[in-house]
């Protein structure tokens, strides 16, 4: 079943043209939580998406799967783990894949939680 908004013009391109268009976060004011934004280009087949947070060790701080989207725009919270003192530098990596193939190049942004 496919389900795409009566408004959708855009061109749905095949899986080897889908990618990550765009990636942001921004970090929640009590600093434990992050929203993140993304976008990719519409698809005719849905992709599978993985997303993960890591510290500046580059510790696994977050992540989350999301399996055969509907939209091409997403918006989500992460929550920060394990951490007592969340401020400092955050990498957040988004990688787009089809299980059967192909994958797309992984969108990587740097990030800072500030002193709260």
């Known amino acids: 079943m496919d389900f ?6 855009a061109p749905r391109l095949p899986p080897e ?7 942001t976060a921004e970090p929640y004011p009590d ?9 990719m280009t519409p698809f005719q087949t849905r992709p599978h998406i993985e997303v993960t947070l890591t ?6 701080v977050a992540s989350t799967s ?10 989500f919270t992460l929550h920060i783990r394990g951490k007592d ?3 400092g530098a955050y990498t ?5 894949y089809y299980p059967d193939g192909p994958e797309a ?3 990587t942004i740097t990030f800072e939680v500030p002193a709260q």
Do not use: C, H, M, Y
């Open 4 to 9: 795409f908004l009566p408004d959708d013009l």
């Open 85 to 87: 003192d969340p401020r």
């Open 31 to 39: 600093g434990r939580r992050v929203r993140v934004n993304l976008e």
């Open 105 to 107: 190049a992984p969108r």
């Open 55 to 60: 510290d500046a060790e580059g510790a696994e």
């Open 17 to 23: 043209q889908v990618q990550i268009t765009v990636l």
């Open 66 to 75: 999301i399996i055969e989207p509907l939209s091409w725009k997403q918006e």
């Open 92 to 96: 957040l990596n988004a990688l787009l």
